[in-house]
């Protein structure tokens, strides 16, 4: 068993390509593939992208997508959600980038991104675009341990595979002394202790942000093992690999 993991296509449906191609090449067959959201952004072809994962050729596996933060926006355009206008979206890209989404995107491809999960619980795993807090929720391996290990336990899962952040990287967290107490109106519950158990974060990387580069991740839940991949595309094509 072995998933290819992949995040951030944003409308790039070239770099989409890419990545599909250097999953068939593998030499272990991928049995899933999850889409962590942002598969519509400001730059590529948002419509043609849709339109790939929804039309899946001979052979292909079918893609697991999820909503992510563009998805988010788009859905506040359309008054879909508690925030209209898109406030977030206004904030770091103006007014000219609520007109581009708003233009690269049509009504009936909105009600398809509308429909897809908050994310995914597989075996022992949570795939999501940010947490279980929020689709904004970015994790780096800058982020203090302590939230960290409240997003795993949230979860309640031992892995965490997000995209929010478009960066690749493994974290483990390992909560030697964590302990949780509910205070009510009646009373203060037992404290809840939490095992020892490492638990890990970990990013998937970005297919489409950077021209001419996809990264996306593979998952072994055999092994436990993650491989981080870098696709080179376009004039020039290469392949390389990265490991942790």
Not at 203 to 211: D, F, K, L, Q
């Amino acid at each position: 068993m072995q998933w290819a993991i992949l995040s951030g296509i944003e409308g790039n449906l070239a770099a989409y390509e890419a990545v599909l191609q250097d999953i068939r090449r593998q030499h272990s067959s991928v049995t899933a593939l999850y889409v962590l959201g942002d598969v519509i952004g400001l730059k590529g072809d948002n419509e043609a992208v849709i339109q790939r994962l929804r039309s899946r050729r001979n052979g292909e596996l079918e893609p697991q997508v999820c909503r992510g933060w563009w998805e988010e926006q788009c859905f506040s355009l359309y008054g879909l959600t508690g925030l209209p206008k898109a406030p977030e979206l206004m904030a770091q890209f103006g007014s000219d980038g609520v007109k581009h989404l708003w233009e690269s995107v049509s009504r009936e491809s909105v009600h398809w991104l509308r429909s897809l999960h908050f994310g995914f619980h597989e075996l022992d795993c949570l795939l999501i675009h940010g947490s279980t807090v929020s689709y904004r929720d970015e994790l780096t391996p800058d982020t203090p341990a302590i939230q960290l290990c409240d997003r795993l336990i949230r979860a309640d899962a031992n892995t965490l595979f997000c995209g929010r952040s478009g960066l690749a990287f493994a974290c483990w967290i390992t909560p030697y002394q964590l302990r949780s107490t509910v205070t009510t109106l009646d009373a203060t519950q037992s404290p809840i202790e939490y095992g020892k158990t490492p638990r890990r974060i970990a990013g998937v990387g970005n297919v489409g942000r950077t021209s001419g580069k996809a990264g996306y991740a593979l998952y072994r839940p055999g092994t436990n093992s993650i491989q981080f991949k870098t696709v080179t595309y376009g004039a020039v094509r290469d392949f390389a690999v990265t490991e942790r």
